[in-house]
């Protein structure tokens, strides 16, 4: 995989500044101030460049596009960030934590109001960012907002199940759902807004006071939305950080004043943060991270289906997704037609630059991962494997093009590694319980794609995942949506389920306010609902 290969790739992927149409450029964002206990608190010290994964062409070669800068904050400015969550919740009376579900149902429409009018630069900023399709780009950010509406109104159905008192043995209650606290938000790159907020508005319509860590990659694309989270919601409700995360995580957790670890990424970190918390029983963890789903083709499926969603499956945002399909066994009497088939339609991708028409195939975000997908494709060839479709691995600077990669066996990195990028290792099978057996004896346990015609053989496979692997999914590719599905896995994969009707209750906790049913706490509670005195207990029906 190197630059100076004979491919038909070679000098057509990065385009000189000139090409570049006007209404997809940017200017250069230097960001100068984060958002802190309310205030967007100018920055003077030293600053992090943030470089495109789209390269430009100059005399001196291939160079990655400056886009800007954010702040290099430390860990004084993170522990500043850290006091302001736990002030702005203070122990639960602060003014965001009290204030009444419609209440803060206001502050939120009025925060995707405020992001709505920031649509347009945040796309653009996706696109140069990570390096993520127009189309793609675009939907991230609206199914973002779509994601937004549905919490609401999964709230305003939460809270009208509440609204009313329950009898029982003699007592009477009113059950709601309480905030937990200070909750730490960091998520990945690949997916830098939709993401994070599928963990951080559920986090923070429930009450809850917010540090956000930005994402090493994607960073830029919420710099617009700062002046959003300092107009809707009280001060101290949301805090920033920024800087390198071994730095200035190590001491926030170490603090014990985190209530909620919601994280995205790998599990090794994960284990390392829970670990650094002194009082790990207090701390509650909201995890996706490692994933190696695997599509199994058997002798009766249909392959123009089975070509269709695991190219789809293994490429969307050239396989940097968590859900992708990443590793698929084939049935070997169908293996031969399969990849016939596989390589044909991998070869007819579109690459270039994201805003470029019907492109699929784009530059990669982060610097190191090109040659750690030359890595995985030594390995494979050394052990046997080969490259079968025409520029597969083919990497100029940024961008690798995709690999299919047969046949894949149990001694190869691209059989246990999750390779987060554009390459599809193909593992071919005799008995339909050698892929059972990769996933029993696998780490990870989110996802598994069945491609197969035949009643019985589903069933057989439908029953052997459901209790290996979190969803199951027949004759279609992985995926995470739609948002009001439940969203976990096993093992090493995940911890706790998000939805949207999931996440609410995943960031908060049931409280309840019981009482002997008496005459007298009969009309005691009667006067606190009547006289809206408590902003707990109340039977308002919010439409």
């Known amino acids: 995989m190197d630059s100076q290969q004979n491919s038909p790739l070679q000098g057509k992927i990065f385009k000189t500044e000139s090409e570049i149409p006007d209404e997809f450029k940017v200017e250069e964002i230097h960001q100068k101030t984060y958002l802190l206990n309310g205030e967007l608190v100018e920055w003077n010290g030293e600053v992090l460049e943030l470089y495109s994964p789209i390269c430009i062409p100059t005399e001196n070669g291939l160079q990655r596009k400056l886009l800007g800068s954010v702040p290099n ?140 860590k930005l994402p090493k990659h994607g960073v830029l694309a919420h710099y617009p939305l700062l002046n959003a989270f300092k107009e809707a919601f009280p001060k101290g409700t949301v805090n920033t950080l920024y800087g390198k995360g071994a730095e200035i995580i190590t001491p926030i957790m170490e603090s014990g004043k985190v209530n909620v670890l919601a994280f995205i990424g790998s599990s090794k970190v994960a284990n390392g943060l829970k670990k650094l918390h002194p009082k790990v029983n207090r701390l509650r963890a909201i995890l996706s991270l490692d994933a190696k789903n695997a599509a199994i083709v058997t002798k009766h499926a249909d392959l123009d289906v089975a070509v269709s969603e695991c190219l789809l499956g293994a490429l969307s945002f050239n396989g940097q997704r968590c859900t992708a399909l990443k590793l698929i066994f084939v049935q070997q009497e169908i293996a031969e037609e399969f990849n016939k088939r596989l390589t044909a339609a991998v070869s007819q991708l579109k690459a270039g630059l994201p805003w470029e028409q019907n492109v699929k195939i784009t530059p990669l975000p982060e610097v190191n991962k090109p040659s750690y997908l030359k890595e995985c494709l030594d390995d494979a060839i050394a052990k046997g494997a080969k490259i ?156």
């Open 73 to 212: 904050t430390g860990v004084k400015e993170a522990l500043e960030a850290l006091d302001a969550s736990v002030n702005a919740y203070d122990n639960g009376f602060g003014e965001w934590p009290k204030m009444p579900v419609e209440g803060r149902i206001k502050c939120m429409q009025k925060f995707v109001y405020l992001m709505g009018e920031q649509r347009d630069l945040i796309i653009k900023l996706l696109m140069w960012e990570i390096g993520k399709t127009l189309p793609d780009s675009t939907k991230e950010f609206d199914r973002t907002v779509d994601y937004i509406n549905q919490t609401i109104d999964a709230l305003k159905d939460l809270d009208r199940e509440s609204s009313r008192f329950e009898q029982a043995e003699g007592t009477i209650a009113q059950i709601r759902r309480a905030p937990l606290g200070v909750v730490l938000s960091m998520g990945p790159f690949n997916y830098p807004l939709n993401e994070i907020f599928t963990t951080l508005i559920p986090a923070l319509i429930m009450g809850n006071t917010i540090l956000f």
């Open 388 to 543: 079968l479709n025409e520029n597969g691995g083919y990497n100029e600077e940024s961008f690798v093009f995709p690999s299919v990669v047969f046949p894949v066996t149990p001694e190869m990195k691209l059989y246990h590694e999750e390779q987060f990028g554009p390459i599809i290792p193909v593992v071919p099978f005799e008995d339909i319980q050698d892929p059972i057996d990769y996933q029993i004896n696998a780490s990870h346990g989110m996802q598994v794609s069945i491609f197969s015609e035949e009643p019985r053989e589903v069933s057989l496979l439908i029953d052997s995942f459901v209790n290996l692997v979190s969803r199951v999914n027949i004759n279609c590719q992985a995926q995470r949506g739609p948002d009001v599905f439940p969203f976990t896995g096993r093992k090493d994969s995940a911890e706790g389920t998000l939805s949207v009707f999931d996440a609410l209750r995943s960031f908060s906790i049931r409280s309840l306010v019981a009482a002997k049913i008496t005459p007298a706490n009969k009309k005691l509670l009667n006067t606190i609902v009547k006289d809206h005195d408590s902003s707990f207990l109340s039977t308002d029906y919010i439409f």
